[in-house]
């Protein structure tokens, strides 16, 4: 599985952002694979975002993201997003996507499938 993440850019702060993680290979559905969304702030180790199970019905988030980011996917079109809301200043990182063959999971060590990373940058 090929992974590709776009969407990242320059925002002020309380902005909107929607990151998409598109994937090319194994089919998200076919394989069942769940998707993740990490990063890795300036001086920082990657950290876990948020998951979402394969189905779509199970998502799970880091505390300082939950009420802002929401992470959603697209099977048909083998997409996966995040959209972040209320950006602050310290979620400016490279944001990744990574996919695992099971449902959610917050290690990065459970992830098969790395993207590379987008970067995003809000500015205050």
């Known amino acids: 599985v090929q992974l590709q993440a776009s969407g990242g850019g320059l925002v002020q702060t309380g902005g909107s952002l929607r990151l998409s993680c598109a994937a090319s290979?194994?089919?998200?559905?076919?394989?069942?694979?769940?998707l993740g969304w990490f990063r890795r702030a300036p001086g920082k180790e990657r950290e876990f975002v948020a998951a979402?199970?394969?189905?779509?019905?199970?998502?799970d988030y880091t505390n300082s993201v939950k009420g802002r980011f929401t992470v959603s996917r697209d099977n048909a079109k083998n997409t996966a997003f995040l959209q972040m809301n209320s950006l602050e200043p310290e979620d400016t990182a490279v944001y990744f996507c990574a996919a695992r063959y099971g449902g959610v999971a917050f290690r990065q060590a459970d992830y098969t499938y790395w993207g590379q990373g987008t970067l995003v940058t809000v500015s205050s």
């Open positions: 290979g194994r089919t998200f559905s076919n394989y069942a694979l769940g």
């Open positions: 979402i199970s394969w189905r779509g019905d199970s998502t």
